[in-house]
């Protein structure tokens, strides 16, 4: 760990904990991807959970999901283990397209409202209009950067508690990566909280209320971003190089 970095819990002072780990480890036989990780993510802020690949993020975001199990200790959305329960009050963008190709928009926002009651279709359709795509589009006939931003579109229309959005602006060109921290930020329920999984740091700096910097599968950093420059008199992405040597 680097010296005078923060890894204590995460500030609870927006009251309620939506997100917690308590020693969780998870590994793959001989492989550890998380160790130890003790972790609590207050609701309403945006919480960037950074590091460099193979860093573990994404192995905490299946965990999460309840698309892997702890080798030990403990994980929580809004106070329960994943479940049904937790997914229905989270909405999860993958770091892959996952709409299928055959399927027009239209059918899309169909599908996914049978699956989520808390599916917006208004806000759908408004952020799919800023886009100009047609209701009656083919995914397939689509580029692979609004695949990724109708991916993003459908999941931020949702009247979620948490949303976990991995690797959101990964290959987009500025222009894209602009349209979708917008989104980001403008369909963002008050209350709701974002864990924004990513290693491109200085795109999402502006809109982050608090980092988590992983490490080799540990917490080296968990601060508030504010915190982080009036204390530290640097930018969050300069604090990242140092941490790791970029």
């Known amino acids: 760990m680097e ?6 819990h ?14 969780l480890y998870k590994s793959y036989n001989s492989t550890v ?11 309403g802020g945006i919480i960037g959970l950074l590091g460099p690949n193979g860093s573990g993020k994404s192995t905490l975001i299946k965990l999460a999901m309840g698309l892997l199990q702890p080798t030990m200790g403990s994980i929580l959305v ?6 049904p329960a937790t997914k229905s009050i989270t909405a999860y963008l993958p770091d892959v397209n996952f709409l299928p190709d055959w399927m027009r928009v239209e059918q899309v926002m169909r599908y996914i409202a049978d699956f989520f ?3 917006r279709r208004d806000k759908a359709e408004i952020m799919l209009s800023r886009l100009g795509i047609g209701f009656n589009q083919r995914i397939k006939a689509l580029s692979k950067g609004n695949k990724e931003k109708v ?29 979708i921290l917008d989104i980001i930020l403008s369909q963002k329920p008050k209350d709701s909280t974002i864990l924004l999984c990513t290693h491109l740091i200085s795109d999402i700096e502006p809109i982050l209320t608090h980092a988590v910097f992983l490490s080799r599968g540990q917490v080296v950093l968990d601060r508030d971003v504010r915190e982080v420059h009036e204390k530290e008199g ?12 970029w």
């Open 33 to 43: 991807a998380l160790q130890n990780v003790n972790l609590k993510i207050a609701s």
């Open 78 to 83: 809004n106070g329960m283990r994943p479940s």
């Open 3 to 8: 010296e005078g970095l923060s890894s204590g």
């Open 151 to 179: 991916c993003l579109i459908m999941t931020m229309a949702r009247d979620a508690k948490l949303y976990i959005l991995d690797e959101p602006i990964a290959g987009v060109d500025p222009a894209a990566r602009d349209f």
């Open 10 to 23: 995460m500030s609870e002072e927006s009251g309620q904990i939506i997100f917690e780990c308590q020693g």
């Open 117 to 119: 009651p808390d599916f």
């Open 234 to 245: 640097k930018t969050l992405d300069a604090l990242f190089r140092e941490v790791f040597r």
